[in-house]
């Protein structure tokens, strides 16, 4: 396994712009499909986007699709989420998950490591 740890949330307007970042240790990084997830209070935890372990496919939430881009730097052994024109029901907890040689799935029970998350709030 992985240990992953996001960095990059925060407090933005509406319409405004965040990049998260999911640093991941350990030496076969590149061999982890990587996801990020959210959890808004009260609601379940929900597919935000993945890319597969070799970084040739992306898949995107239809919510966040033409806004958010995920992407990674395995040299840097970190995986990121550019977040532009955010909206106030983007506000979550989001959270990067590592899927060893995953496809890039966007079930929860196909990752086997987590972050513990940051926060991400977007005010109208």
């Known amino acids: 396994q992985v240990q992953l740890v996001e960095s990059g949330g925060g407090l933005v307007q509406a319409g405004g712009s965040l990049r998260l970042s999911c640093a991941a240790s350990?030496?076969?990084?590149?061999?982890?499909?990587m996801g990020w997830f959210r959890q808004a209070p009260g609601k379940e935890r929900e597919f935000v986007t993945a890319?597969?372990?070799?970084?040739?496919?992306?898949y995107y939430a239809d919510s966040v699709k033409g806004r958010f881009t995920i992407s990674r730097d395995n040299a840097k052994n970190t995986v990121y989420l550019q977040m532009n024109s955010l909206k106030p029901e983007d506000t979550a907890v989001y959270y990067c998950?590592?899927?060893?040689?995953?496809?890039?799935?966007?079930?929860?029970?196909?990752?086997?490591?987590w972050g513990q998350g940051t926060q991400v709030t977007v005010s109208s």
């Open positions: 998950a590592a899927d060893y040689r995953g496809p890039g799935s966007s079930l929860t029970n196909s990752y086997e490591s």
């Open positions: 350990g030496r076969t990084f590149s061999r982890y499909a």
């Open positions: 890319i597969s372990w070799s970084g040739g496919s992306t």
